[in-house]
């Protein structure tokens, strides 16, 4: 059965404290792995897609990356701003059907 | 703007009575989707469209409906609402009728069916 588990459930960390979220998945025959912000009361916000394991993308503070089981979003040096829930997200083999991931939560201390 | 708008926004009802939810996007997009989200479970695919009048179900399609008689829009239909149905509702849509691409997702709706 596909599946896509996120860890931790929450994370806390201080303003410029670097860390990393993980996205593990069991999908046959990924076809794209997605990461979405969410912000309370709002629709997720698209932040990255890969295709091979291998791929790295970056924008401002966040990074993703990619190997055949597992992406992480590393997140270099938080700001309070960058409080929000991450959701990852693997689409199948024909590419209809997403599978999200039940989010980690980030919080950011001034 | 481009968007995807839902409305109601809030909508409390009682059990069994019908009701509708409508999703419109203005980005011309093929595929558009519905999804429920409910805490420690995450988003869940209810169901999907690759174009006009094609349609599949997703993951948690039991008790819902859907129609897509015009590409802009997908109405979301719960025939007869249950308590188990009170959620978060998130309409989506991507260019493409794969759907590998980003998914734009409306506001939300929030569902409470006593």
């Known amino acids: 059965e596909d599946q896509v588990t996120q860890s931790p459930e929450a994370l806390r960390l201080q303003e410029g404290e670097s860390s990393s979220l993980n996205c593990s998945y069991t999908?046959?025959?990924?076809?794209?792995l997605f990461w979405y912000r969410q912000d309370p009361g709002k629709g997720p916000e698209f932040l990255f897609t890969?295709?091979?394991a291998g791929e790295e993308k970056e924008k401002e503070r966040l990074k993703a990356t990619l190997t055949k089981k597992e992406s992480f979003l590393h997140i270099t040096a938080p700001k309070p701003e960058d409080s929000a829930t991450y959701l990852c997200a693997a689409r199948d083999t024909g590419g209809f059907k997403t599978i999200f991931g039940a989010g980690t939560r980030l919080f950011v201390k001034a | 703007e481009a968007q995807v708008t839902q409305n109601p926004r809030y909508l409390i009802t009682v059990t069994g009575k019908k009701l509708t939810v409508t999703c419109s996007q203005n980005m011309n997009h093929e595929y558009m989707s519905w999804y429920r989200q409910d805490p420690g479970l995450g988003l869940r695919q209810i169901y999907y469209?690759?174009?006009?009048?094609?349609?599949d179900k997703g993951d948690v399609p039991e008790g819902y409906k859907v129609s897509r008689k015009e590409k802009r829009n997908f109405p979301l239909i719960l025939e007869s609402p249950s308590p188990n149905q009170t959620s978060l509702y998130f309409c989506?849509?991507?260019?493409?009728?794969?759907?590998?691409?980003?998914?734009?997702f409306g506001p939300g709706t929030r569902l409470t069916v006593l």
């Open positions: 989506a849509s991507s260019s493409g009728q794969g759907a590998l691409n980003e998914q734009f």
């Open positions: 890969l295709y091979s």
């Open positions: 999908v046959s025959g990924l076809r794209g």
């Open positions: 469209s690759m174009n006009v009048e094609v349609t």
